[in-house]
Nanobody
Framework: VQLQASGGGLVQAGGSLRLSCAASGRTFSRYVMGWFRQAPGKEREFVAAISGSGGSAYYAEYADSVKGRFTISRDNAKNTVYLQMHSLKPEDTAVYYC???????????????WGQGTQVTVSS
């Protein structure tokens, strides 16, 4: 699978953005999909993840810093995963990456495929 992230931009604090990650390949639905971010001078950190197909319902997990503000979702018919971000804060400023993996985890190293990243800048 190959990933292409988009949707980043400049937004004022309190605003919203929706990131998209389009995947190629016919097996997208079985992958766990994650969003991570990396701010300047900081390590890449987990943001959200959503399980792949195989269960009765999708399972999602969020970093504490984004719970209640961000929502991850997926549309397997479109081979796309989304990250809806509301109530954005300046500390959300980072390059956001989508990733595909075989198992559900918040650990970046466990994801084998990464998109190129999209910049999100939140002004105060």
């Amino acid at each position: 699978v190959q990933l292409q992230a988009s949707g980043g931009g400049l937004v004022q604090a309190g605003g919203s953005l929706r990131l998209s990650c389009a995947a190629s390949g016919r097996t997208f639905s079985r992958y766990v999909m994650g969003w991570f971010r990396q701010a300047p001078g900081k390590e890449r950190e987990f943001v959200a993840a959503i399980s792949g197909s195989g269960g009765s319902a999708y399972y999602a997990e969020y970093a504490d810093s984004v719970k209640g503000r961000f929502t991850i979702s997926r549309d397997n018919a479109k081979n796309t995963v989304y990250l809806q971000m509301h109530s954005l804060k300046p500390e959300d400023t980072a390059v956001y990456y989508c990733a595909a993996g075989e198992r559900f985890t918040v650990v970046a190293a466990a994801y084998g495929t990464w998109g190129q990243g999209t910049q999100v800048t939140v002004s105060s």
